[in-house]
């Protein structure tokens, strides 16, 4: 199939583009375009106008600012995948990178676009969620700061209001003895994720758990932080026994997702195995000294 006629318009600034959103309530974002594109191809979707923000230069950038990573939101996945910045400061982001589709895909794929988009799958978004991330978002009369946890309303629904462009994304720095851990299941590797973890951990000298951030992904319908899973844990030396008691407990009051490719019983399994992984995977690099 063909797309249904829409217009194009690339504008020269954010401020354009927010301009264009507010005057064409069927107007949607382009950037890289890994999910529109097919999903217009299909006619799944039908914009009348495309606002493309892909060449805006305010929008593609990593720093370092104010204890934070702060990544434009037009910034290329591929870039953020080989950043030092990102390897160096943002150790869970870096491990999470190629697990992002495929390489095609990151080459042409962006940060705010894979956030945008809040498929329960992303390992971007799942890793937004875990590290506390503030979504940095513009209209024609304000600027607004969403958190992350905040931001997924559910499948393909962010709070990202209409005629709005999100510009950028925060994530806090973690200083001190730091490890993090990812896992995902797949049928395939780039396959989109059945089930999916990520764990940050931040030990004292002696090995005890000063601080823990962990949260699944692709099992339910945005990425959730265990919060209960994480305030069990703190304190602790993050033993095996004590780690799946607190996860196990943590899933219980988790309602997770059921479809053809897999059962909402099988997700609530892999979740809470994979939750456990990544967090022995977070202190085992946080006992060696890198993440």
Not at 83 to 103: N, Q, S, T
Not at 238 to 248: D, F
């Amino acid at each position: 199939m063909k797309a249904a006629p829409f217009e194009y318009s690339r504008p020269a600034n954010v401020a354009e583009a927010c301009a264009l959103l507010a005057a064409d309530a069927g107007a949607r974002v382009i950037a890289g375009g890994q999910t529109l594109v097919p999903l217009m191809a299909m006619r799944l979707a039908r914009p009348t106008r495309l606002v493309d923000i892909s060449r805006l230069a305010e929008l593609a950038f990593v720093r370092e600012q104010n204890g934070a990573i702060v990544i434009g939101a037009a910034t290329r996945q591929c870039m953020v995948e080989h950043h030092p910045l990102i390897a160096a400061r943002l150790p869970l982001l870096a491990k999470v990178m190629p697990w992002v589709g495929h390489a095609a895909i990151r080459a042409r794929g962006t940060i705010g676009g894979s956030l945008a988009n809040a498929d329960p799958s992303a390992e971007i978004a799942l890793a937004a969620v875990t590290l506390d991330a503030k979504l940095h978002c513009r209209d024609t009369t304000k600027a607004v700061e969403i958190e992350a946890r905040d931001f997924f309303l559910g499948p393909m629904t962010t709070a990202l209001s209409a005629g709005a462009c999100l510009t950028e994304v925060r994530f806090p720095v973690w200083d001190g003895r730091i490890g993090v851990g990812f896992q995902e299941v797949s049928a395939r590797r780039s396959d989109f994720a059945f089930a999916a973890a990520a764990a940050q951990a931040e030990l004292d000298d002696s090995g005890i758990c000063r601080r823990l951030a962990l949260a699944i992904g692709a099992a339910t319908a945005f990425p959730l932080r265990l919060g209960a899973a994480e305030q069990a844990l703190a304190g602790t030396r993050l033993e095996p026994g004590a780690v799946r008691s607190a996860v196990n407990d943590a899933m219980a009051a988790v309602e997770t997702m059921s479809d053809l490719h897999a059962s909402a019983a099988y997700r609530r399994r892999a979740a809470a195995a994979l939750a456990v992984r990544a967090i022995a995977e977070a202190r085992a690099a946080a006992n060696r000294g890198a993440a």
